[in-house]
C-alpha cells in the first residue's frame, strides 16, 4: 500500500482520565518563586513538604555498601525483599504492638504517593464514589480522580478541629461510597484524630463495607510525647482497612522513593496484582537501606522530633507577634495559618512572595475546603525562619492588616 502524502501538524489529546485533572495551583506560583530568582531576591521557600535535613549517616552507608554487592543489580523481587518486609513488619510490631505478617500484610512502594495513587486505580471503576476529606493531600483525591471515580468532598473546618464530621455524611452517598480516605496527623492542617474518632471510623466502614485507607506518613514526627494512632491498632481496623507510610519525612529521605503499605492482606494483593504489571518495585540497595532506617535507634527520632519543635515554638510565637493565633500542633511539620480576614489563600500566598520572597502553599491547592489557609513548612532552620518574620514584619503583613483593595 502507498500511504499518500499528508504530512500535517497533528495534534496530541490526553486522556480523559488526565484532562479530568483540576489545575495545579503550584504552577503559578513556581512561575513567581522564579520570576523572584531572576530578580535575585532571595527566596525563603517554606512552601514544600520536604525536609530540608540529611538523609541519616547510617543509611547512607549501608546504601552504598548495597550498591557494591552485584546480587543487588538484578530485578527485585515484585513483592519487595523479604528482609525489608520482615524490617516494616518488626518496626510495626515496636511501635504499635500489633503483629503483622510480613508475607501478605506489608508491601514496599516507590514512595507511598505512588501507592495511593494505584491503590485507586486497582480498586475503582469509573463512576465509583469515594469520600475524601477537603483540604486533603492532594493524591488523596487525584488518585481516584484518574481511575474515573467521583470524589464526595467531606469538608473539614476549624470549628470540629479538621476531623472528619461522619455524621455530615448523606446515607445514600455512604451506602455507595467504595473508599474512605483519612489522615492524621494530617497534611496540610496539622491536624490531630483521638482514638475514639479511629475507632468511629472502623465502625462506620464496618456498616457501610467501605475500605478505609489510612495516610500515616507522620507516624514518628510528633512532638510533646503525643503518639500518632495507627489504623491497624484499633479492634477491626485491619479487617477493612490500609495504612501508608513513609521514609521521606522521617529519615529525610524524600528523594529516595521508599515507603509502603500494612493492613489487609486481600486489599494489599490487589494493588500488588496491579503493580507487578506496571513496575518492579524498589531498587533492592534501596531496601537494604530502608531496613536500615526502620531500625535506627529512638535518639535518632528524638533529634528529628526536637528540630521541629524547635522551629514549631519558634514560629508560632513569631506569628503571635504579629496577630495571629496559630494553635500549637502536636505533628507535622507544618503550620496552618489562617490568610487575613478577606483574602484568598492564592492572593495571600501570592502577595507575600512577591513581597517578601518567603513562599507558603495557598490551602486551596489541597482542595476547596483549604480556601482561607496557607501552609507554612518548618522547613528551615530558626535563623532563615527569623529572616522570614522580620520581613514579614517589615512589609506590614499581619494578621489583622487591611486587605488590599481589588484592582
Ligand atoms: C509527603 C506525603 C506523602 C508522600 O510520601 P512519599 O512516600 O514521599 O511519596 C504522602 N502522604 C502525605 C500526607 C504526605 O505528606
Known sequence: ???????????????????????????RLDELKTKAREQGLDLIDLGMGNPDGPTPAPVIEAAQAALADASNHGYPPFEGTANFRKAITDWYYRRYGVNLDANNEALPLLGSKEGLAHLAIAYLNPGDTVLVPSPAYPAHFRGPLIAGAKVHSLTLTAENNWLIDLSAIPEDVARRAKILYFNYPSNPTAATAPREFFEEVVKFAQHYEIMLVHDLCYAELAFDGYQPTSLLEIPGGKDIGVEFHTLSKTYNMAGWRVGFVVGNSQIIQGLRTLKTNLDYGL??????????????????????????????????????KLGWDVPKTRATMYLWVPCPVGM????????????????????NAFGEGGEGYVRVSLIADCDRLGEALSRLEKAGIRYDMQAPAAV
Open 1 to 27: 500500500m502507498t500511504v499518500p502524502n499528508t504530512a500535517k501538524p497533528v495534534t496530541f489529546e490526553t486522556a480523559d482520565r488526565v484532562r479530568v485533572l483540576p489545575p495545579y495551583v503550584f504552577a
Open 283 to 320: 531498587f533492592s540497595a534501596l531496601q537494604t537501606a530502608a531496613e536500615t532506617a526502620l531500625s535506627l535507634p529512638d535518639t535518632y527520632l528524638t533529634e528529628v522530633q526536637n528540630r521541629y519543635c524547635t522551629r514549631r515554638d519558634f514560629l508560632i510565637d513569631g506569628f503571635a
Open 344 to 363: 484568598g489563600s492564592t492572593d495571600f500566598a501570592l502577595s507575600v512572595l512577591e513581597q517578601t520572597g518567603v513562599v507558603m502553599t495557598p490551602g
